[in-house]
Every structure is written in C-alpha cells, then in structure tokens.
C-alpha cells in the first residue's frame, strides 16, 4: 500500500504570501497525483490533476509540481479564500487504487 | 454540467447495514471511461477512499474495507449505491460520492451525508 505524507500540518501565513505545500509517497507513484482543497462545511475541490495540471476553473495562482516521490503544491499570492486544508491524493495504474494523503491546514497568521 | 447528491440513513445502529444511494446527473456511467466513487471522513479527519465503480462493471474497494463492501450501479436510474456491513462507530463521518468523468480523478464532488453510528 503507498502511504502519502504531507507537511508541515499547519501553515500559518498571511494574505499575500506565497505557500508551499509537500506531498511525498512512500513508493513511486509516476505523476498520478492530485491536490484537492476543502473549506469547513463543504466537499474537496479538485485543484490539480495528474501532478501539474489545474483543473477546469482553478487559478493561476495554484500550481503544481513534482513526480516519482515529490510533490509541492504552490499559491504564489494567498487570496482569503484560500485558508482551507489541502489534500494530495495518488492512484495506482493498475490496479487502480486510491489513497489521500493526511492533509495540510493552511489558517490565517 | 455534472452534479452529484448522496442520499441514506442519518443514524445506524452498530453491527447493522449501511446502504447509501449517489444519484447523479450530467453524465452516464454507460460511457467509456466513466466511475463513481465513495470517500468518507470521519469528523476532524482525513479523507478516506472507500470504493469505486466503473462503467464497464469493474469494482475497486479500499482493501481495509473490502470484506464489508459492495458496490453496484443503476445506470437507467443514474445511481450507484454503497452497502457497507457490520458498521461500527468509527465508520462515522461524511460520506461522499465523486465523479470520475473527465479525467481519472474525484471531479466533481457531492455535497456529502453524514452518518452516525450508534447504539
């Protein structure tokens, strides 16, 4: 089973800033991985697909990089509505199975 | 535009069944390509993937859950619904069903049913 771990757990920063997020897999998993965002109350937000691909309606701002272990999940200029916890998510090829990673909180400093 | 709702019992019982229900619009689980999938989160925490069908039949569970899972679709009714056995009360949390539509990911998202599991 690939196990993701993601740090830090809390980001602390401010409107404006950039942040930098990780997402390392425990075995390689190509770039098969996704980053999802989550505000309280609501249901995960695709962001980025396939380690750097944002998907349809996702800003600019968001982006992503990474393959084999690494990943980093960026927001060059952190708009209020961006506080949210973020999730990094692989999927084996074959057999497709899923895994999320524990998540990162991103709060307001 | 593709929209997703679960649908099931806000309250079961430990040791019971739970059947939840996603009925979805927007596309078909007919087409090529096309899953349905379940993730829950128990309240505080992380994300769990929980099961996945395609449009072809093929069904995927989380291995730690497999024994108490099924997965099946109504392609006619545009449902997919989840039966998970002998629940316990760490199977409380949000359930949600996703879209695995125009790429292999969860996109889009329902807005989730909570259930609790109690006595």
């Known amino acids: 089973e690939i196990v993701l771990t993601q740090s830090p757990a809390t980001l602390s920063l401010s409107p404006g800033e950039r942040a930098t997020l990780s997402c390392r897999a425990s075995?390689?998993?190509?770039?098969?991985l996704a980053w999802y965002q989550q505000k309280p109350g609501q249901a995960p937000r695709l962001l980025i697909h396939?380690?750097?691909n944002r998907a349809t309606g996702i800003p600019a701002r968001f982006s992503g990089s990474g393959s084999g272990t690494d990943f980093t999940l960026t927001i060059s200029s952190l708009e209020p509505e961006d506080f949210a916890v973020y999730y990094c998510?692989?999927?084996?090829?074959?057999?497709?199975?899923?895994?999320f990673g524990p998540g990162t909180k991103v709060d307001i400093k | 535009q593709i929209t997703l709702k679960e649908s099931g019992p806000t309250l079961v019982k430990p040791t019971q069944t739970l059947t939840l229900t996603c009925t979805f619009s927007?596309?078909?689980?007919?087409?090529?390509?096309?899953?349905v999938g379940w993730i829950r989160q128990p309240p505080g925490k992380a994300l769990e993937w929980i099961a996945l069908?395609?449009?072809?039949?093929?069904?995927r569970y989380n291995p730690s859950l497999n024994s108490r899972l099924t997965i099946s679709k109504d392609t006619s009714n545009k449902q997919a619904v989840l039966t998970m056995t002998n629940v316990d009360p760490a199977d409380t949390g949000t359930y949600y069903c996703?879209?695995?539509?125009?790429?292999?990911?969860?996109?889009?998202w329902g807005q989730g049913t909570l259930v609790t599991v109690s006595s």
């Open positions: 996703a879209a695995v539509v125009t790429t292999d990911w969860f996109h889009p």
């Open positions: 927007g596309f078909s689980l007919s087409t090529s390509g096309v899953g």
């Open positions: 069908i395609y449009w072809d039949d093929d069904k």
């Open positions: 075995q390689s998993v190509s770039s098969y």
């Open positions: 396939d380690a750097s």
């Open positions: 998510q692989q999927r084996n090829n074959w057999p497709p199975l899923f895994t």
